[in-house]
């Protein structure tokens, strides 16, 4: 793949394995900041109220790599790790795993739990819509109103699209740029001298 290229999750359907009584559902969605891992699992737990536990697990491989898995109260290492151990071995990543378990009244014991969230997590991920995902560098620019012409034409020049641009007291617009197309900021800033830069860092 090429550099800052990544898999991840495009769209996921619920996956649902039973045991026992025991009904498990796996869920996944794509995340890119733990803001969205914290909204998610909120979102999961209104959508099911009653449910026994939510265990899940999460990966993100850019721009830094980072992993967390829980439990939610089951033994330890019976639920978060497989779930974690499934998003592994699809080798995607900025991805969330839970799965939702309704107790059936009959325990199943470590070596059941973890087959059965293990299997959970597998069903989802394996029916999942893979994509390919970019990170650009993302770069907030504002101008005053004389030089916005000029920054466009120059931007429309060199083939470069401006993009969320919003007029209010000056012109601000975000620039998303591949690695090999990275602008001189220096000699940008030269050419015209009242605009503003903000590196807003790698963004898939």
Sequence with gaps: MLKYEFRTIKEATPFEWRDRGSKFIGLAEQVNSEEEVKEMLSSWHSDHPNATHICYAYHFGYPESFTRANDDG???NSAGAPILGQIHSSEIVNVLVGVVRYYGG???GVGGLITAY???AHGVLDGAVIEN???KHEFKL???YEDMPHVFAFLKRERYTA???QMELDCQFMLRLDENELLDWEEVKRLFPSIEIEN???KG
Excluded: F, H, W
């Design 74 to 76: 089951e033994p330890s």
């Design 106 to 108: 009959t325990k199943l």
């Design 118 to 120: 293990k299997s959970a």
């Design 133 to 135: 995902r970019i990170l």
């Design 142 to 144: 504002s101008c005053n």
């Design 163 to 165: 993009e969320d641009i």
């Design 200 to 202: 807003k860092g790698l």
